[in-house]
């Protein structure tokens, strides 16, 4: 699916934009679905802004997120096992035995939509081959003004950066170092895919615009990696999306052991 070119790209920048992932009636589908899971739930009980002392707030801001989006409705199984993505992501990371790490939904509520801080995903869930990926699917088009991805190619080449967070469970990156104004916006179209590495510095900005945000997050790796920690475990983590899983056994047993 990938030319050499973009293979380059990604090594050289840490992410790669992508067109025809999917097909307009399948970014159709997850919008409806993702509009009637976020209906069925109060805003008071989703939100997500991030804490700590990275910035000033001056006005009170919101953004909505619930996770395991493939529990919820089958769109999201499917558009998990899409081939084509799937064909990108073995490409990148070299190998075609992929796990799903977890994934999430994010919403920018129109004028008041909440700022992410430049950090790093690493500091949430280490990996010691750090194959890490996530894979941003872009609902609705997205700019600077409407609280758009913002990133710092070749960031991923620094290695884990200090983290800044003084909040537990809230990680970034110096934001003196990496502010957000130094940093790449991606304006993207709806349905357009961006995959980057879990190390590359990336945030995203507030929404001032008149119109909501939307989007839609996979994280997955390696089946050959393994955790530095055990952190961040999300309900299907390990789910096969592609080949298969050497350590299935192992992990099955740690699992049953625990619970």
């Not at 994934?103 to 081959?129: L, R």
């Not at 941003?136 to 088009?141: A, G, K, Q, S, V």
């Not at 961006?194 to 089946?223: C, E, K, W």
Request: proline share 5%; with cysteine; glycine share 6%.
């Amino acid at each position: 699916m990938l030319s050499q070119t973009q293979l380059q790209f990604y090594k050289d920048n840490g992410y790669l934009l992508l067109d025809e992932v999917y097909t307009t009636a399948e970014i159709d589908e997850c919008c409806f679905e993702y509009d009637e899971i976020f209906a069925l739930k109060k805003n008071s009980e989703l939100e997500a802004t991030w804490k700590g002392d990275w910035k000033a707030e001056t006005l009170p801001t919101q953004l909505f997120s619930i996770h395991s989006l493939q529990n919820h409705a089958a769109i999201f199984t499917r558009m998990l096992l899409k081939d084509t993505l799937l064909q990108a992501i073995a490409e990148i990371l070299g190998t075609k035995d992929i796990l799903l790490h977890h994934t999430k939904a994010h919403v920018k509520p129109s004028g008041t939509g909440s700022a992410f801080p430049m950090h790093q995903d690493y500091q949430y869930f280490p990996y010691k081959k750090d194959t890490l990926v996530a894979v941003f699917i872009h609902l609705d088009d997205t700019s600077m003004e409407n609280g758009g991805l913002a990133v710092y190619p070749g960031s991923h080449h620094l290695g884990p950066l200090e983290d800044r967070g003084n909040i537990p469970g809230w990680h970034y990156v110096d934001q003196d170092k990496f502010p957000i104004d130094g940093a790449t916006p991606i304006n993207a179209k709806r349905g357009q895919v961006v995959i980057f590495s879990y190390l590359l510095v990336h945030g995203s900005y507030p929404n001032t615009s008149d119109s909501v945000r939307r989007m839609l997050l996979f994280q997955m790796m390696s089946a050959h990696d393994e955790k530095l920690k055990e952190t961040h475990r999300s309900p299907c983590q390990g789910m096969v999306l592609s080949g298969r899983n050497p350590h299935a056994e192992a992990n099955i047993k740690k699992r049953h052991e625990e619970s």
